[in-house]
């Protein structure tokens, strides 16, 4: 039996590829055969609408499974392509309410954990897309993943933060999920004629060596139209140098996890 494999892509900064790595990264998966869920925690729904899907008439979204007023079913959207088996749990500016709503609950940094738990045999690969923030709904994803994948765009002031997410990390999981684990760090919007990103790149191999993926994603101008065509890039423009890294990162993930199976 499969079991499931639940990837939060958090950096708490804004802007740096969260969004554009969780809906490519998904859907190169789902183009690579594997059963995936991509959930957008975002209340700016950037990935429900970056997969072609109208966040302001949605009927239901992952608040009101998170607040328990609707079941997994009705809240799903089933995308069916690049393949069949992709699906979306959307998210609007509802998911606001979820924030608050949780900081009431007693469940609340468990909510997410306990949806994926019912759905366990249906996915293969679930990616979290998270808010820029270390908000509630954050330490939701963080709590219900095994691995968490930071996007990290290489300039100036890229590490500022990197610290506070990863002592997040390591809070959660010495608190509440002893799972968690560094997935793997992601060097987005690369220009490799600019010297400061390169500077950058170094540092972060020598500082986390094998926790840096190898594949990096270019700066390319069809990674940001593809979302205003509602596509993810692989449908957009295939050949582009973007999507093809995206796919590219994909089998560096699965080749990732083949090698290192997680405890679950
Ligand atoms: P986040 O989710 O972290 O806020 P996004 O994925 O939304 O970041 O990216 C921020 C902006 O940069 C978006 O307009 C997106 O289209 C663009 N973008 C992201 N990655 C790339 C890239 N590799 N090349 C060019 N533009 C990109
Ligand atoms: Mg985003």
Do not use: W
Not at 215 to 223: A, E, F, K, Q, S
Request: negative net charge.
């Amino acid at each position: 039996m499969a079991s499931i494999r639940t990837i939060a892509i958090a950096n708490q900064k804004g802007g740096v590829g969260k969004t554009t790595t969780a809906v490519n990264l998904a859907a190169s998966l789902a183009a690579a055969g594997r059963r995936v869920l991509l959930i957008d925690l975002d209340p700016q729904g950037n990935a429900t609408m970056g997969v072609g899907i109208a966040k302001n008439e949605l009927e239901r979204t992952g608040c009101d499974l998170l607040m328990g007023e609707a079941g997994f079913a009705e809240c799903v959207r089933r995308l069916d392509a690049p393949a069949p088996g992709f699906d979306l749990l959307p998210s609007n500016g509802d998911m606001t309410a979820a924030e608050v709503g949780l900081m009431q609950s007693e469940q609340r940094e468990r909510a997410l954990a306990e949806v994926l738990a019912g759905v366990a045999d249906a996915y293969e690969v679930v990616l979290i897309d998270c808010p820029p923030s270390l908000n509630m709904l954050t330490v939701n994803a963080l709590v219900a993943a095994d691995g968490v994948l930071i996007p990290i765009q290489c300039e100036y002031y890229a590490l500022e933060g990197l610290s506070a997410l990863l002592d997040t990390v390591e809070q959660i999981r010495s608190n509440r999920n002893p799972g968690l684990r560094i997935e793997g760090i992601l060097r987005t919007m690369h220009d490799p004629r600019n010297n400061l990103a390169n500077q950058v790149s170094t540092q972060l191999v020598s500082h986390f060596t094998d926790e840096v993926y190898r594949t990096i994603i270019p700066r390319n101008v069809r990674l940001a139209e593809a979302p205003s065509h509602g596509l993810p890039a692989l449908l957009y423009d295939r050949g582009s140098r973007g999507s093809v890294a995206y796919q590219a990162l994909a089998s560096e993930v699965l080749r990732r996890r083949e090698r290192t199976p997680s405890a679950a």
